[in-house]
């Protein structure tokens, strides 16, 4: 996947009407409790070799196992086919986040490191609100 130079405000316009006021709802939390850093959209080939729009808040730079480094996010937001997708980069304890605490937050499908579902009322909203700010707490230092 790589940064994309398509607008945020165009690719939430553009999203599916079922999850889109969804979405919008997240954005805005998510760009608020990572406000020191702008999000940013990115594009292209994800993991399975989908093509997706995920937009990344908190970036960081991390190394891969051959050595390259790479810029991701500290937590993604991706409207899916049928369902919303968070995608949560932050380790704790040596455990992936979503893996840890995910089953915790609802209606939810739970990945190594993601969570999806069809929609904010699957969700605990002050759990999920926890979530994310322990998700920005683990990655201060990235």
Do not use: C
């Amino acid at each position: 996947m790589q940064r994309s130079d398509t607008p945020i405000d165009e690719h939430l316009a553009s999203i599916d009407p079922r999850f889109r006021d969804d979405v919008i709802t997240l954005h805005e939390e998510l760009a608020a409790l990572f406000v020191d850093s702008e999000p940013v959209l990115y594009e292209g080939k994800f993991w399975g070799g989908s093509d997706q729009a995920i937009i990344g808040y908190h970036p960081y730079t991390y190394r891969r196992s051959d050595g390259t480094q790479v810029q991701w996010f500290v937590v993604g937001l991706a409207a899916q086919k049928n369902y919303i997708s968070l995608y949560v980069s932050a380790v704790v304890d040596g455990e992936y986040l979503s893996k840890r605490d995910g089953p915790d937050l609802g209606n939810v499908k739970v990945g190594s490191s993601s969570v999806s579902f069809k929609s904010l009322d699957d969700i605990d909203r002050p759990k999920l609100t926890a979530f994310l700010q322990t998700a920005r707490e683990a990655t201060t230092d990235s």
